[in-house]
């Protein structure tokens, strides 16, 4: 299944160790995977599985944001001195704890109920825009910024993997509107 959604995308995919796929969406460099995450405890060692996206590029303002499942440990407010923003979508807004360095950008990239409500579809533990760490010490190049998203479970249909692109393609989309990000940059 990931093999034939990264045939559809003239990507590349990579069976090893966990699937992973890679394409190119007007010229951004897109990778998803399935990665599992081993935590000790003790002499036992127990591991979960997550799906994660990764866009990077080139960002013309410095432009962050944090969207994470409420409940999830998140310190990046903290460390930023940042408050949760509200969107207006009550629903979204009681889900998800919202941060970024410019709320107005912010604003208006969520205003596309189409992202809000993927977001909400899909098992979302965290969205980030970051020039930092993602969950799990993925980092973009030096100098570049990074679109990370990680979901919890393995995706198991392409149909998922086709909402996921979408998610991707509807934010980049809207990233470059805004004039949050530049166009067409590739991280190799």
Known sequence: MWQQFARGKSGTYTP???DKVQYTYKGFLISFDSYTHYVSAG???YGSIYTRGVAA????????LS??????PDNIGEVFNQH???TGNKAFDKRFIIKSNDEAKLLLLLVSRSI???LQDMKTIRLEITDGDGLFGEKPLKGNFMLYYVMAGKVKEISQLVKLHQLFAKLLDGLVKICAIQ??????
Request: hydrophobic letters at 20%; zero cysteines.
């Open 116 to 118: 809000t409500s993927s």
């Open 57 to 64: 590029f080139t960002s013309s303002s410095d432009f962050t």
């Open 43 to 45: 002499d036992k060692t």
């Open 84 to 86: 949760d923003i509200q």
């Open 183 to 188: 166009s067409g940059h590739t991280e190799k």
């Open 67 to 72: 969207i994470s499942q409420q409940g999830v």
């Open 16 to 18: 090893v160790p966990d």
